[in-house]
């Protein structure tokens, strides 16, 4: 069981690239979850799923998109990264809106 | 908008020292949930308190919630330097959504 797993761990782009972060998640979850975490901010939700083939915009969705064509994945996707999307990215999921959110490792991007 | 301030940012403290973090909103909480973050990991969750006044404990730590549920504060004592981490308080929205605080920084030392 390996709850909650993130790919890459860590990636460099430039401005303008493009890349998709891979979530996928072994506990049957409904909701998941990515949020970005930046210094002295600490985590704000860019986008949400509460069931395949849903999506939602959080309170920093702007740059990214997601998909949930696969019940246990969940992607989040950088059509053109910009400096301003450095940040460690977390993906999360819980099997209901009240239940706890099991957190994925992170994944540190570095846009240059 | 809500708005959640934990205070204090930062604190060090040596091992078996007690220690308290709060955490304050603008407005009334859902239901407030606290995590705590090692280096390199993701957020795992400590508590969730509802009930206004509830007191709820876990090993040596102590977390109250306020009786107009608007600010809850995380007490640990006897620390120990594996309790070591960035502290998070979390309001639970809708469809599970988090808002969080910006956290507390917590280093114990040996």
């Known amino acids: 069981n390996a709850g909650v797993t993130q790919t890459p761990k860590f990636r460099v782009l430039k401005t303008g690239q493009s890349m998709t972060l891979l979530c996928a998640q072994d506990?049957?979850?409904?909701?998941m979850y990515w949020y970005r975490q930046d210094p002295g901010m600490g985590l704000r939700l860019i986008h949400y799923s509460v069931g395949e083939g849903t999506t939602a915009k959080g309170e920093v969705p702007d740059g990214y998109n997601v998909s949930r064509l696969k019940k246990q994945n969940f992607l989040l996707g950088l059509e053109s990264a910009a400096p301003s999307q450095t940040s460690v990215y977390f993906c999360?999921?819980?099997?209901?809106?009240?239940?706890?959110?099991?957190f994925g490792p992170g994944t540190r991007l570095t846009v240059t | 908008t809500q708005l959640l301030e934990q205070s204090p940012q930062f604190l060090s403290i040596q091992e078996g020292e007690n220690l308290t973090v709060y955490c304050n909103s603008s407005s009334v909480f859902s239901s407030l949930q606290w995590y705590r973050q090692e280096p390199g990991e993701g957020p795992v969750l400590l508590v969730t308190?509802?009930?206004?006044?509830e007191v709820k404990k876990l090993k040596r730590l102590t977390f109250q919630f306020g009786d107009a549920r608007k600010d809850s504060s995380l007490h640990i004592t006897a620390a120990q330097p594996g309790d070591t981490g960035l502290y998070l308080c979390a309001d639970t929205d809708s469809w599970g959504k988090l808002q969080f605080g910006a956290g507390t920084q917590v280093v114990v030392t040996p």
């Open positions: 506990m049957n979850h409904e909701y």
């Open positions: 999360a999921s819980s099997s209901g809106d009240v239940d706890e959110q099991y």
């Open positions: 308190v509802v009930t206004g006044g």
